[in-house]
C-alpha cells in the first residue's frame, strides 16, 4: 500500500510462497494501471498493466486484481522465488500520458 | 529493454552550477518524460515531452528546464543547482505505459 512518512511498507515471505502487495489508488477517474518492479541501483521495470473494464489480467506467476468500488489495486506473486524481492511500485493513469505512482512497498523474501 | 539511456550516471556538483542530464532514445518514441525520485515521496513528474519542441510542465517543474530538440534526445537542466535538487533522476519512454532508463544519481553539495 502507500507508504507513511519516510518508510515503504514491508512485506517478508517464505520462498516459495505467493506474495499480495496491496495499492490504493487516488482517482476514480484513472483508467489505466500499472505494477512495477524496482531493484536496487535500477529503474523500474515493468511487470503487468490492467485497464479499468477490467478487475483480474494474468501474467507469468503475476496476476493483477482492481477493485474499483473502493479504488484497490493488488499484485500476488505466485511462488515467490529470491529475484523477486524488491521494491513494489503501482502506478495510475487518468486520460493523459502522464503516470501518477505510489512509494511503493519493499518485498523481501525469506529462504 | 526500451533502449533508453541516460548519461551521466553519477554526478556530484556544487550549490549554484548549472547541470544537464540526458536521456537518449534509440526506438523513435514519441512520448519522453523526466521524473525524480525520493524517498517518501516515490516518482514524481517533473517534465514530459510529446514530440520535437513539445514539452510540458510536471508536477515539480519548479527549477528545471527541459529542451528536445531531436526525437532521440531529451535534456533536463538544472539552471543554479539546489541541494533540494539531491536526487535520482529517471527518464522514460511512453510505450503502451511507463519504460524507464537507468537512472541519474545527482548530489548537490
Known amino acids: 500500500g502507500e507508504s507513511v512518512g519516510l518508510h515503504l511498507p514491508t512485506l517478508s515471505v517464505q520462498e516459495g510462497d505467493n506474495s499480495i502487495i496491496n495499492c490504493a489508488y487516488s482517482n476514480s477517474a484513472s483508467d489505466y494501471f500499472i505494477w512495477y518492479k524496482q531493484e536496487s541501483g535500477k529503474g523500474p521495470q515493468f511487470i503487468i498493466d490492467i485497464r479499468s473494464n477490467m478487475d483480474k489480467r494474468q501474467g507469468q506467476r503475476v496476476t493483477v486484481l482492481l477493485n474499483k468500488t473502493v479504488k484497490h489495486l493488488s499484485l500476488q506473486i505466485a511462488a515467490t522465488q529470491p529475484g523477486d524481492s524488491a521494491v513494489y511500485l503501482c502506478?495510475?493513469?487518468?486520460?493523459?500520458?502522464?503516470?501518477?505512482f505510489g512509494t511503493g512497498t519493499r518485498l523481501t523474501i525469506i529462504p | 529493454d526500451a533502449g533508453i539511456t541516460q548519461s551521466p550516471r553519477h554526478k556530484v556538483t556544487e550549490t549554484g552550477t548549472p547541470v544537464t542530464l540526458r536521456c537518449h532514445q534509440t526506438?523513435?518514441?514519441?512520448?519522453m518524460y523526466w521524473y525524480r525520485q525520493d524517498p517518501g515521496h516515490g516518482l514524481r513528474l517533473i517534465h514530459y515531452s510529446y514530440g520535437v519542441k513539445d514539452t510540458d510542465k510536471g508536477e515539480v517543474s519548479d527549477g528545471y528546464s527541459v529542451s528536445r530538440s531531436k526525437t532521440e534526445d531529451f535534456l533536463l537542466t538544472l539552471e543554479s543547482a539546489t541541494s533540494s535538487q539531491t536526487s535520482v533522476y529517471f527518464c522514460?519512454?511512453?510505450?503502451?505505459?511507463?519504460?524507464f532508463g537507468p537512472g541519474t544519481r545527482l548530489t548537490v553539495t
Open positions: 522514460a519512454i511512453s510505450e503502451e505505459g511507463l519504460y
Open positions: 526506438e523513435n518514441h514519441r512520448y
Open positions: 502506478a495510475e493513469n487518468f486520460g493523459n500520458e502522464k503516470l501518477t
